[in-house]
């Protein structure tokens, strides 16, 4: 096809930096980025064609920077600017300054970003489209009386800051006592991450499932989904393990909820890639939960499974191209599941870790594809998120998933700074997840999942001695003195 | 003293030494034989007993990163002599350090300031959640160590405290 532009730059970092590099680069188009020094030595700057200093305050605050993340656009000479996701990705000033700069934003329009980057319109715009929501008071519509409407709804209840997302600020209710204090913090937490103090609260639903639905629009008013993908294994409201198909669905609610789901995005005319959330209860029930205006962190699940290059289709929708395919000719095949590689520690509260990528080295085998951020040499530091990397797993069905990605944690290697591997591993071989019985509570209710497992006597005699012939001061005492002075220990001659 | 090394939380005294054809490690009265060559794929072989593990090491500074059985595992070593000064240190609560890494979000304090057991001295937020850091004791604030904004790793100091003068 004709490209209306031959660059594409890329404002992140990481692995979905990597991953948006590898499609532009495959389409023969040029890839740039722009990168914060503490990022000089990541992969995504060594893989792409052209990488763009940038310079914050903090790391974070220089990828924030919308007027240097343009002007580098401009040097490079990109006639398209992919935001992937968090960062500036559901900013509409930056969205509207693209494109006033003459670039085509890879994403839906600054209105759709609006409209649906604020959970209390998205909401009233959904519900009065027809669609499902769940019980709720919304602050905005009369902040006077917010506390009073808020303890009507059915208890225990979830207090969400309205400019939100990622879980920052959430926080469960239980008992009506608490209700004003938890909302001041609420608020205040709200106010510092998004710079917006304004609540909703919902019904909480006890152990529900989360459901999301890929939709994938274009600028010819056409809308497809491309399934659905569940993403109940979170902790602190934050996903790490995510799969489709959804265990929890049949045929018949699959449909539903797909369709309930394109019905949303096609409400609004929505364009590009874009995610609908729901909140999926035990009994099949499903409310609204959120719209995300962007890739999301777990799109390679859809991708496995449906043989869809989603970051191919979004350059399309926002090179002016109509979708290159109707919902008939979307199909699936297989079971695919993706874990998030965190540095952190899940036996210390899933406390984040830093260190130095001293030794990476991926699993090797059928059906795994690792879209990793980092690579030897690198430190993780505490200036960014602590994803490290993403291990996507897909087998014929979803036991031959699961016993790929036992293999696959097995044997991915990364030391220097601690990881979740282990953990991830410890959920995947728990009964319930082998049953696909689990809701976004499951952590909560296995706390020993977290906890750090026994270290067998045996083990523990391995690991000493491996790291006592790797230690010079004890490889130095054995190679000069005699058995018997190193037998007791002496350090005195 | 003996060398050691920390696993988590537990210290283990070892004692190395050769043996006829490796090492001979010593755990107190217990010791046992073994060998670590180099593997074909970057990998160390240990033989011990009668058992054979393919490992994964890297060694930085005083840690030691060993991946075996598909669990990561780290061992940081611990000098005979380290060992029997920080048996002669006394802790104290003067020092206020970073149970986890993060950034400051403000400062109630600034160094010369009075301060209550219990008053707020900062706060920090980490996990995408603020956490407020109060007086452990009655004292002066000797050193404040960082800005609003700025972010440090675990076990960083934040502030310091004057220690309490002996009576």
């Not at chain 1, 052209?50 to 919308?66: F, M, N, Q, S």
């Not at chain 1, 600017?81 to 990705?89: A, D, Q």
């Not at chain 1, 020993?448 to 005699?461: I, K, Q, S």
Request: glycine share 8%.
């Amino acid at each position: 096809m004709n490209w209306p532009f031959d660059t594409v730059l890329v404002a992140n970092r990481g692995e979905i930096a990597v991953r948006i590099l590898r499609t532009v680069q495959a389409l023969g188009l040029k890839g740039a980025v722009v990168y914060h020094a503490a990022d000089a030595k990541s992969p995504a700057v060594a893989l792409a064609d052209e990488a763009l200093p940038i310079t914050g305050e903090t790391p974070v605050a220089a990828y924030l920077d919308a007027a240097q993340i343009i002007a580098a656009a401009r040097q490079a000479g990109a006639g398209a600017i992919h935001p992937g996701y968090g960062f500036l990705s559901e900013n509409a000033d930056f969205a509207r300054a693209v494109e006033a700069a003459g670039i085509a934003f890879v994403g839906p329009t600054p209105e759709q970003i609006e409209l649906m980057g604020d959970k209390v319109r998205a909401r009233a715009h959904v519900e009065k489209a027809g669609f499902p929501v769940a019980p709720s008071a919304i602050e905005d519509d009369d902040p006077a009386s917010f506390v009073e409407r808020a303890r009507q709804v059915p208890f225990p209840i979830l207090i969400k800051p309205a400019a939100g997302g990622g879980g920052k600020g959430m926080r469960v209710v239980r008992d009506p006592a608490q209700l004003e204090q938890e909302i001041e913090r609420a608020r205040s937490e709200g106010q510092r991450y998004f710079g917006d103090g304004r609540l909703y609260v919902e019904r909480y639903i006890e152990n529900p499932r989360h459901i999301e639905v890929q939709v994938m629009g274009d600028a010819h008013g056409q809308v497809v989904h491309v399934f659905e993908r569940e993403c109940s294994v979170q902790r602190r409201f934050q996903k790490i393990i995510e799969e489709t198909p959804s265990p929890a669905l049949d045929p018949a609610l699959r449909e539903k909820i797909c369709e309930t789901a394109a019905g949303i995005a096609r409400s609004i005319g929505y364009r590009n890639a874009g995610t609908v959330e729901f909140i999926f209860g035990q009994g099949g029930e499903f409310y609204f939960l959120e719209t995300n205006t962007r890739l999301q962190v777990e799109h390679p699940v859809t991708e496995q499974i449906t043989g869809i290059d989603l970051v191919e289709v979004q350059l399309k929708v926002a090179a002016g191209e109509p979708l290159p395919f109707r919902q008939e000719d979307i199909g699936k095949r297989g079971h695919a599941i993706e874990f998030r590689i965190y540095a952190e520690d899940a036996a210390s509260g899933f406390t984040p870790t830093t260190g130095p990528v001293l030794m990476l080295r991926p699993p090797q085998g059928e059906g795994l594809r690792l879209d990793a951020g980092i690579r030897e040499g690198q430190t993780v530091s505490a200036a960014f998120d602590p994803m490290l990397a993403k291990l996507v797993v897909t087998g014929a069905d979803r036991s031959e998933a699961c016993e790929r990605a036992d293999a696959a944690l097995r044997d991915l290697v990364l030391l220097g700074c601690q990881t979740n591997i282990g953990f991830l591993r410890r959920v995947l071989n728990h009964p319930a997840f082998a049953a696909g019985e689990v809701h976004t509570g499951f952590l909560d209710a296995h706390p020993e999942l977290a906890a750090d497992p026994d270290l067998p006597a045996a083990t523990r005699e391995r690991l000493l001695a491996a790291a006592a012939a790797m230690t010079r001061p004890l490889r130095d005492i054995a190679d000069t003195v005699p058995d018997l002075h190193a037998a007791m220990g002496s350090w005195r001659n | 003293m003996q060398h050691a090394f920390k696993i988590k939380d537990s210290e283990h005294a070892v004692g190395l030494s050769r043996s006829e054809d490796g090492y001979r490690l010593h755990l107190g009265e217990r010791s046992l034989n073994f060998r670590l060559q180099a593997g074909e794929a970057g990998d160390l072989v240990l033989h011990c007993g009668n058992t054979v593990d393919h490992l994964r090491v890297a060694v930085d500074g005083d840690d030691v990163w060993i991946h075996i059985d598909g669990e990561t595992h780290c061992l940081r070593f611990e000098h005979a002599l380290q060992r029997l000064a920080e048996l002669n240190e006394t802790a104290g609560a003067d020092v206020i350090k970073a149970a986890m890494p993060g950034s400051l979000v403000s400062l109630g304090v600034a160094a010369g300031d009075s301060v209550r057991k219990g008053q707020t001295l900062l706060v920090m937020e980490s996990m995408k959640m603020e956490t407020t850091i109060v007086a452990p004791r009655d004292g002066v604030v000797a050193e404040v160590r960082l800005e609003p904004g700025q972010t440090f790793d675990k076990d960083a100091v934040l502030l310091s405290l004057e220690p309490v003068a002996a009576e």
